[in-house]
């Protein structure tokens, strides 16, 4: 983590973050000086990655080994018609670069596994889960609480969504698979269901607030689930405890 004393232009580029008394210079420095990583760059990596730069966050690591199609644009903003068949990493690369000099992009264009996905989890201050698919999830959450990294997780489809916090570092925190026991789920995919384009940008929009809060240290949706109905637009916010037999968290 390199600590560069902010500069001039960045400290008015920030100014409105900086007037938060919840955010202050000290804190902006903290995202400026942070590493997140974010695992899919699709309909939730869009905006997660778009407001991640945008607040300042020094370091991002985009994880994505898809290719970017036409049907992928009515939801995953941060791709355009210019980028269709380049790698979204690539792609979400030039919008950020387009965006801001402050953020550092890493891109890494192949499936992250094993020791190379336990790598990056331990370089990263946070992770957000912007991937489609159980298999991904369980593996990213086995990793994040075997490292103690706070997974900001968040999945949509239809015009439902979800959002949570599995902090590790905290004892009393659930994990993802307290949430979700049976780890042969089947996925289904916003390809096969479809998916409302709001949908994904509302629930990687508190990705990036939550992966915010939790680098200032006040994360919000630890051991809580946030369940979104966008048709009715309701929330429902849920307590989700840890499951003491969990084979991933429990400390048996
Ligand atoms: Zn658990």
Not at 33 to 53: E, H, N, Q, T
Not at 55 to 76: P, T, Y
Not at 134 to 139: I, Y
């Amino acid at each position: 983590m390199t600590t560069e004393p902010m500069s001039a232009e960045q400290r008015e580029r920030y100014d409105r973050q900086i007037r938060l008394p919840t955010v202050t210079e000290a804190g902006q420095q903290t995202l400026l000086d942070a590493r997140v990583l974010v695992i899919g760059v699709g309909g939730l990596g869009s905006p997660v990655a778009i407001y991640l730069a945008a607040a300042g966050i020094g370091h991002l690591v985009l994880s994505d080994f898809d290719i970017v199609e036409s049907s992928n644009l009515q939801r995953q903003i941060i791709h355009t018609e210019h980028t269709v068949g380049q790698l979204k990493v690539d792609s979400a690369k030039q919008f950020i670069a387009s965006l801001s000099p402050n953020t550092q992009v890493t891109t890494i264009d192949h499936e992250l596994t094993d020791g190379e996905l336990i790598e990056q989890v331990e370089l990263a201050d946070v992770v957000v889960d912007c991937v489609d698919n159980f298999p991904s999830r369980f593996e990213l959450n086995r990793v994040c609480t075997k490292m103690k990294k706070p997974l900001v997780s968040g999945a949509a489809i239809r015009q439902e969504g979800q959002i949570s916090t599995y902090d590790s570092r905290d004892k009393n925190s659930p994990c993802y698979q307290c949430l979700y026991p049976d780890v042969g789920l089947e996925s289904v995919t916003c390809a096969m269901e479809g998916v409302l384009a709001p949908v994904v940008g509302i629930i990687g929009t508190m990705q990036a607030q939550e992966t915010i809060n939790v680098l200032l240290g006040r994360p919000a949706l630890v051991g809580t689930l946030l369940l979104l109905d966008a048709q009715y637009l309701e929330w429902q916010r849920m307590k989700l405890p840890k499951n003491p037999n969990c084979p991933t968290c429990s400390e048996t």
